[in-house]
């Protein structure tokens, strides 16, 4: 007879791993205790390891229910095996510390631990995020041992076995290196963060306020699905889980008022996926760019800020555009909050100022987010239906673990490829080969590194999507003189792009599944929505005031025109600015909208030009057809 359990038996022991571990990250990463680099990563991911086994099953089929018990056997041996990589590295810190690095010997028992953490770290990438990165890391890795039988122009020389183990497990330039890194301490406080304002409930906050802003606006669902997406989605960290999180609310309702099912599954994507994007948080991918450009996060916030601001702004105007030409409704009474309720609960928002104020006063990262963590619970007693008890403060610890058990698993993996790149040089080949490709054309380049973003990025969460792009692109632009803020950004943008761009666009999937619409069709809408964001990367490489650098004077004409042009190519792309636009004016906004948002007084004065011709003729058939004026945004 079968033997079968429910994985659930297992979550009393994952709840007490997860509030261990939120502990262990609070002593070690907020500055009360020191510890050593390789025994902090160590610990992190052998503690990350246990979770994945304990709380996700090995096959989709069994999520919630009853599996194999010898599944559930498997698993606790597999938890066995993490813990004991996590006290080798406490019982071999000083040998690891002081190693001479590809000298020292590497030992059977190296050798064993190091296959079976690689192993384990493929696995828990598969559990949690599925076959693309799983697939990815896997490739890499053969690739470093058997690239060798590949032709020269792709392969390299060889590498001995017990070589990519030294790289991989006992160096800091494989699974523990800058990734993991990272994970174990900046994402890891702001996944914190982020999981005591969802339990303290006070992030409810973000959908009462986009609610109450929209309340008025025709076709208001779908700018709250902007709002909420955006606030939440700069604590979440995660596109897909953002679009789960407020699209469950956005989505229906958007349908409601009549937009499309894809329409409307396309502004909860393109609107999630900004979240990654947008100041102060942004996503974990920006703490690992902080640290791989050594430029500190307060510079790329900074920088960012612009063009997050275009993204969203072009998609709120092209949503009212597509709202006024079809006549849509407006969000249901019932579903606005009153206005002095929502004002009483500002104050909600004050970790997030208090955040900003911490970086700005010039605290770190790490202890800027865990003392925003900390007023939450302070903010928290405030009200009755905030208040963390003292279950509640475990509750949200736990949590903060099992929300960083996909982040640390993809950066565990993003470690061995950047491992396997570094050791086998495949890095400089592909510079090579881009280089010569595009010649002395910078366009071409970046032309090339946007299409090898997307395709790298397919499938494979923000992080080790752009931790993949950085280490093979953003190196190439800086060898044809962009600025190291202006590449890395500019490969960051694109890997963030692949979650909605099709063929394997998973963010704009999720919001197709809730509408219930065509995935693939979804997916191309959402481009369509999302297109500014892949012209801002082009714009700000040839004029760095889009990144808020340069004198006062041309950031504040940049902020000012490229507004106004993402107006003009959204109405382009919707065939509407005060009404239905011919075949003609088009273009003409498209084309002015783009001279626009590029910084530049003749470029913008032509666009403008462009711009307001339209608008003039425009003008003039409304008042002859006497259409109404539009509703404003």
Request: hydrophobic content about 55%; some cysteine.
């Amino acid at each position: 007879m079968k033997l079968s359990v429910n994985r659930a038996c297992l979550k009393p022991v994952a709840y007490a791993v997860g509030v261990a571990l939120a502990i262990f990250q609070i002593l070690f990463t907020g500055g009360f205790f020191i510890l050593e680099p390789p025994l902090l990563r160590g610990i992190h991911l052998s503690a990350v390891m246990v979770l994945v086994f304990l709380l996700v099953p090995p096959l989709k089929r069994y999520k919630g229910k009853e599996e194999p018990v010898i599944f559930i056997i498997i698993d606790l041996l597999l938890c066995a095996v993490a813990v004991a990589i996590g006290l080798y590295f406490y019982v071999e810190l000083d040998n690891l510390l002081n190693r001479i690095v590809y000298v020292d010997e590497v030992t059977n028992v190296d050798l064993v631990l190091g296959t079976a953490c690689i192993l384990l770290v493929l696995e828990i990438t598969r559990r949690t995020t599925g076959f693309p990165l799983f697939c990815v890391a896997l490739a890499f890795l053969l690739y470093g041992l058997f690239g060798s039988y590949l032709p020269a122009s792709i392969g390299h020389n060889g590498i001995a076995y017990d070589r990519l183990i030294e790289m991989q497990f006992l160096l800091s330039d494989g699974i523990f290196g800058t990734c993991l890194a990272t994970g174990a301490t900046m994402i890891f406080a702001f996944i914190m963060f982020g999981a005591f304002l969802e339990r303290s409930n006070m992030s409810s906050v973000f959908m009462d306020l986009a609610c109450l802003l929209t309340k008025k606006s025709q076709g208001g669902p779908a700018k709250v699905a902007i709002f909420a997406s955006a606030l939440f989605g700069t604590i979440s960290g995660s596109s897909p889980a953002n679009v789960y999180s407020t699209g469950i609310f956005t989505i229906p309702l958007m349908k409601k008022v009549g937009y499309t099912p894809a329409f409307a599954g396309a502004v909860e994507a393109v609107a999630s996926t900004g979240g990654q994007i947008m100041p102060p948080v942004m996503g974990a991918a920006a703490f690992i760019m902080a640290d791989l450009t050594g430029l500190g996060y307060l510079p790329i916030a900074t920088a960012a800020l612009l063009p997050a601001v275009l993204y969203y702004w072009a998609l709120l105007s092209m949503i009212h555009l597509e709202a006024v030409r079809n006549n849509l409704g407006y969000l249901p009474a019932e579903l606005v909050p009153d206005a002095k309720t929502v004002i009483r609960k500002l104050y909600y928002l004050l970790p997030i100022v208090i955040l900003i104020a911490a970086l700005w006063m010039g605290r770190s990262v790490i202890s800027s987010a865990f003392f925003a963590t900390a007023s939450i619970f302070v903010i928290s007693q405030f009200s009755k239906e905030t208040r963390l008890t003292f279950k509640g403060v475990l509750d949200a610890l736990a949590l903060s673990s099992k929300n960083a058990m996909m982040i640390s698993s993809c950066c565990a993996a993003a470690g061995i490829i950047v491992g396997v790149i570094t050791l086998t040089g495949v890095g400089y080949k592909f510079i090579s080969v881009i280089t010569d490709l595009a010649g002395n054309n910078l366009f071409l380049l970046m032309l090339f590194l946007a299409v090898t973003c997307i395709i790298l990025g397919m499938g494979v969460p923000t992080a080790p999507a752009y931790v993949i792009v950085a280490t093979l692109g953003a190196p190439a632009l800086m060898k044809a003189g962009v600025p190291m803020i202006s590449a890395h950004l500019f490969v960051f943008y694109f890997a963030i792009l692949s979650v909605i761009t099709p063929p394997v666009c998973v963010t704009a999937f999720a919001g197709a599944a809730i509408a219930e619409a065509n995935p693939m069709k979804t997916g191309f809408v959402s481009c369509k929505l999302g297109l500014v964001a892949f012209i801002i990367p082009f714009m700000f490489v040839y004029q760095p005031a889009l990144l808020l650098i340069g004198s006062t004077s041309e950031v504040i004409m940049a902020c000012v025109s490229s507004i106004v042009g993402v107006i003009g190519l959204a109405a382009g792309l919707q065939g509407y600015l005060i009404t239905t636009a011919k075949i003609w004016e088009r273009p003409l906004l498209f084309i002015g909208g783009l001279m626009m948002i590029y910084p530049g007084s003749y470029t913008d004065m032509l666009g403008l030009a462009m711009i307001v011709v339209v608008l003039l003729m425009q003008a003039i058939r409304r008042r002859s057809s006497g259409t109404p004026s539009t509703k404003t945004a």
